[in-house]
């Protein structure tokens, strides 16, 4: 590795399993310092990567605790990537009120929580990275599978990506959204090693780069976007999907 994040103290959430646990062991191997959590009281520290298990960043007060332990540890936050996620899936006419409700807490309220933790310490330090994660359901249809809450959440972590830079800018806060394509995870793994046939036929056999997506295809994107490289790069809107989505 080429010490791109060298450094710099990074917080990554969901560091547990999927993208989440590729993203801290790549930033750590770039040289920062990674400071994860996960709602899996099993997702342990390991080397050089320090992980807080069974944080619920759904509760404003868990994500502020994450967070200012991780400043107490390192003195600081130059980089936040809101990864983690969960999300219930169903029709309209399956999903329940309660399922909706469990999806925005899981993927856009979280993301609100931990940036309001984090703010005032990105202010001290004179700015930072904020990485967040949409997802290309969120600005298309999709067919194989009903998305209502995911996509609607989704597009609201977009949505606040775009405002946070506006008011982070004369902060020197920096804000990015990354939204994957499918990616190869524990969770979807299964399911892409037996495609059913319409995910075959409207996703997978419609990919222009002829494969569907790895961890680090993603994270790869996540490092240049918390490194320095980006430093005039605020509110972009990174697919990462193989080009799929230009397909429509
Ligand atoms: N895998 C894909 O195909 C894909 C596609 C588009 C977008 N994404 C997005 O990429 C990100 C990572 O996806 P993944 O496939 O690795 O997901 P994953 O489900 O494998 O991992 C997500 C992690 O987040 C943790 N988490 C969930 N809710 C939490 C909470 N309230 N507090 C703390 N931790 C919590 C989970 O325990 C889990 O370890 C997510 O934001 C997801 O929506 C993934």
Partial sequence: MTGR??????????????????????????GARVIGCDLDAAA????????????????????????DEAVAVHGGI???????????????????VADWDFTMRNELDLVYYTV?????????????????????????????????AHSAAKGGVIALTLQLVVEGGPHGIRANVISPGLIETPNTAPMLADPPSRLRSVVLDRIP?????????VVNAAVFLAS???????????VVDGGGSVLG
């Fill in 5 to 30: 994040l060298a450094g710099k103290i990074a917080l990554i959430t969901g560091v547990g399993g999927g993208i989440g646990a590729a993203a801290a062991a790549r930033f750590a191997a770039e």
């Fill in 44 to 67: 342990t520290s390991h080397g050089d990567i320090r992980v807080m298990g069974g944080v619920d960043l759904g509760d404003p007060e868990q994500a502020r605790q994450w967070v």
């Fill in 78 to 96: 130059d980089i936040l990537y809101n990864n983690a996620s969960a999300q219930r899936f169903g029709t309209l006419d399956e999903l329940t």
């Fill in 116 to 148: 309001r933790a984090a703010w005032p310490h990105l202010r001290r330090q004179g700015g930072g990275s904020i990485v967040n994660v949409g997802s290309i359901a969120a600005t298309r249809g999709v067919e194989f599978m009903a998305q209502n």
């Fill in 209 to 217: 780069l002829g494969r569907h997506g790895r961890p680090d295809d």
């Fill in 228 to 238: 320095d490289e980006s430093a005039w790069v605020s509110g972009a809107h990174l």
